[in-house]
């Protein structure tokens, strides 16, 4: 016999979702197109949520247009779950946090979400470099060089050496977003050959790392590191998430220092 059968409603559990070990929220930048992509490739699935929303900004990358992302930045993470608790809340552009600082990025993320702990590019590499033991870096950047100067000095002001430097030179972050792998594994390989270095960092959060961390690794024999990929290990940390992530370097055997 057939016909329509309602069951009206039936019993349930509720477990802790997606986001059962960890609730992670990142505030990325309008023109990315690389951070989340990134990210989903470093978490890990089993229990770890990651929820996206966007900021304005202005494609082109200059002093200007960085600081006038603040503007948006809390509305934005208002957007992150509305009514949720998130443990762990990422600001996701790296020149725009050294170009206003931390503290100005943790400012205006505190007014949606003060119950986050919470992590920048910058913040994420200064605690990456501090587990790798290293203090001497070589920095790779996309950018001109006025905003560079601002990178560099940022890193020197919190007692790192900056021993070696390269850049893409991109004002477009639409363009660095295109910056090939394999010329990002060619930049840190002239890097690690240029002078002594305890670490390489690759700034910015459009350029790709990855999928090539661990091959870079082996071919310089040091530890790298980039905005994204820092970050995503930060995020991880300061969410009490410890897994060690086959494939993504040696940044993620690592606990917090």
Same mark, same amino acid.
């Given at each position: 016999?057939?016909?329509?059968?309602?069951?009206?409603?039936?019993?349930?559990?509720?477990?802790?979702?997606?986001?059962?070990? #960890?609730?992670?929220?990142?505030?990325?930048?309008?023109?990315?197109?690389?951070?989340?992509?990134?990210?989903?490739?470093?978490?890990?699935?089993?229990?770890?949520?990651?929820?996206?929303?966007?900021?304005?900004?202005?494609?082109?990358?200059?002093?200007?247009?960085?600081?006038?992302?603040?503007?948006?930045?809390?509305?934005?993470?208002?957007?992150?779950?509305?009514?949720?608790?998130?443990?762990?809340?990422?600001?996701?552009?790296?020149?725009?946090?050294?170009?206003?600082?931390?503290?100005?990025?943790?400012?205006?993320?505190?007014?949606?979400?003060?119950?986050?702990?919470?992590?920048?590019?910058?913040?994420?590499?200064?605690?990456?470099?501090?587990?790798?033991?290293?203090?001497?870096?070589?920095?790779?950047?996309?950018?001109?060089?006025?905003?560079?100067?601002?990178?560099?000095?940022?890193?020197?002001?919190?007692?790192?050496?900056?021993?070696?430097? #390269?850049?893409?030179?991109?004002?477009?972050?639409?363009?660095?977003?295109?910056?090939?792998?394999?010329?990002?594994?060619?930049?840190?390989?002239?890097?690690?050959? #240029?002078?002594?270095?305890?670490?390489?960092?690759?700034?910015?959060?459009?350029?790709?790392?990855?999928?090539?961390?661990?091959?870079?690794?082996?071919?310089?024999?040091?530890?790298?590191?980039?905005?994204?990929?820092?970050?995503?290990?930060?995020?991880?940390?300061?969410?009490?998430?410890?897994?060690?992530?086959?494939?993504?370097?040696?940044?993620?055997?690592?606990?917090?220092?």
């Amino acid at each position: 016999m057939s016909g329509f059968v309602n069951l009206g409603e039936v019993p349930c559990t509720l477990d802790g979702g997606i986001a059962g070990r #960890a609730c992670i929220g990142l505030v990325a930048l309008a023109t990315d197109q690389t951070i989340e992509h990134e990210f989903r490739q470093l978490l890990p699935s089993d229990g770890v949520g990651f929820y996206v929303s966007r900021v304005w900004n202005d494609a082109d990358i200059t002093p200007d247009t960085l600081r006038a992302i603040r503007a948006g930045i809390a509305g934005s993470a208002d957007l992150i779950l509305p009514g949720l608790p998130v443990d762990v809340l990422g600001f996701g552009c790296t020149s725009a946090t050294m170009t206003m600082g931390e503290e100005a990025i943790f400012e205006e993320l505190r007014k949606s979400r003060p119950e986050a702990k919470m992590t920048t590019p910058i913040t994420a590499a200064l605690a990456a470099f501090q587990a790798f033991g290293a203090r001497r870096v070589g920095l790779m950047t996309p950018y001109s060089d006025e905003v560079n100067q601002i990178v560099r000095t940022y890193f020197e002001r919190r007692g790192l050496d900056v021993g070696a430097f #390269a850049t893409f030179n991109k004002m477009d972050d639409r363009e660095a977003a295109r910056v090939s792998v394999a010329s990002i594994i060619e930049a840190a390989t002239r890097l690690a050959e #240029a002078t002594e270095l305890e670490a390489i960092f690759i700034s910015c959060t459009s350029l790709r790392l990855s999928q090539a961390v661990t091959g870079i690794e082996a071919r310089t024999g040091l530890p790298v590191t980039s905005s994204d990929h820092a970050m995503a290990w930060h995020c991880l940390r300061l969410a009490g998430v410890g897994d060690v992530v086959p494939g993504a370097g040696r940044l993620f055997t690592l606990p917090l220092p």
